[in-house]
């Protein structure tokens, strides 16, 4: 019977989509939100048709954007996000 030889276990990279954020220059000054508040944003990927709803941590706004982090891909990712696409979410009173 053959020696089994051991080796450590080959993951391919996962690719990692870049979000599709709001112009910087267009956001104008953000003003930091402490604590990050709990929001809804829909987010268009690259690569990916129509935007995704997630779950983020508004972190810094403006009158027209809103500084958002997400960990949907299993990485901290940040992106502008034009303020009509972001909601506040609150905790559903039946969910208990």
């Known amino acids: 019977m053959a020696e089994h ?3 450590p276990p080959e993951h391919p990279d ?16 953000l003003t930091p939100i402490d604590p990050p508040q709990p929001v809804w944003a829909d987010i268009a990927f690259e690569q ?17 954007a809103v500084l958002v982090q ?8 940040e992106v502008l996000v034009d303020r009509d696409y972001v909601t506040r979410r609150v905790l559903d009173p039946n969910a208990r």
Do not use: M, N, Y
């Open 5 to 7: 030889q051991w080796a």
């Open 14 to 29: 996962v690719t990692l989509h870049q979000p599709i954020g709001f112009d910087p220059e267009l956001a104008g000054s």
């Open 48 to 64: 990916i048709p129509g935007p995704l709803h997630l779950k983020c941590f508004a972190i810094a706004s403006s009158d027209v």
């Open 70 to 77: 997400t960990a949907w891909q299993g990485r901290l990712q």
